[in-house]
């Protein structure tokens, strides 16, 4: 496996190596190295059946200059491999992937967790993300048509992406899905009281939740402002980097007269977010529309929060829609709108019954987002590609 991800901090690919080495393959990870020193641990065990073979930080660093494809070094530590397939994590390995196969003979199997050329990038200038410019956009299509073209298996994480990328780059072929659906029962560090419990608020209390990363692109700002069209509702929100962004949004709170219900708490480690979410009303999550990448997005957060029975708000875009609307979980709203944010909430709010079908619903849900179920799928990839030895050594 090929990645430039912190794999302290990457659970799809860690899913992905335990499957994997649960069903017999021997699993090599080679990724940037997460220590500072030599003596530290590197904080990643991933069970019998899967190693790492670190490099370190600089070897990624090509991903900040155009055309953030060509990592040399991380293709000469894939040559001292001789792999039955290497498995490319993301549109910044896929095109090492596909050189070391191709000069191999191994399988190659390219996993894009996102879409990267309808993805986003910091403009320091204008201190804000944009869609990838002509200039880096071009090369990453052509090198995401060549996997199609060249690739023993494509995967993907959502059926939107999947489409649009037969359409527009495969001819016709079609990426597999394996969605990010997290393992929702694992043993968190601590007992958590309900939400509201937590807070000290009384039970009729409209409580929504925001659950996860904060700061630019998140779109937290609208959701603050609807606080001002929604007086029965206090937003709550959890998560990292409170202490870079939490004045922001304390202030804009302020300014629009909701600073009292407003609540900032620190972020939880990732196998608490089910318990600790138990006890509010309903969960919240948005993105700018900036690109098809965050357009598409069906992040982990929407399943957490079914998990700790929450409904959902989410906003009207395909996949989370297809989550909320089609699932009979939530409602959706324009991202943009506090109005539209506000009458989402207002409709939970005021609608008891709605309310409590919904929250019942999400144990239904969940039967049909089995990880277990999702995370065989790479299994069942890997167990379909011929088994006659190619690689060249």
Known sequence: MLTISNLRIDPRIEREARALAASGYEVVVIG???????????GVDWGDGVSFDWV???????????????????????????AFAYHGHDIFTAFVGLSVARVTGSHLVCDFHEWGSENVKWNAAEEQWQPYPTSWKMPMRAVER??????????????????????????????SIIRNVPELAQEPTRQYPPLKEQLGLADDTFVLLWQGGTGPTRMIEPIIESLAYAPGCTFVIR????????????????????????????AVPSRDVVA??????????????????FRY??????????ASGLPILVADYP???????????????DPYSPQSIADAINALVADHEALARMTEQTSTALGLLDANVEWEKVVKIYDGLPLSPRAAG
């Open 146 to 175: 060549l996997a199609l073209r060249r690739a023993s298996a494509v995967i993907t994480v959502c059926d939107s992406i999947a489409d649009d990328m037969a359409k527009e780059l495969g001819g016709g072929r079609r990426p």
């Open 32 to 42: 940037p190295d997460p220590r500072q020193t030599p003596d530290e641990e590197a």
């Open 276 to 293: 600790a979410g138990r006890g509010a009303d309903a969960g919240i999550w948005t993105l700018p529309d900036l690109c098809k990448n």
């Open 319 to 333: 996949e989370a829609r297809k989550v909320a609307v089609g699932q009979k979980v939530g409602l959706t709203f």
């Open 56 to 82: 370190p930080w600089q070897a990624i660093s090509y991903t900040m200059h155009w055309p953030g494809l060509i990592g040399q070094q991380l293709y000469d530590r894939a040559r001292q491999h001789k």
């Open 297 to 306: 997005a069906l992040p982990n957060k929407i399943f957490e929060y079914l």
């Open 239 to 266: 998560g990292p980097s409170l202490e870079i962004y939490g004045d922001a949004y304390v202030e804009l709170a302020r300014k629009r007269g909701v600073d009292d219900r407003l609540v900032l708490l620190d």
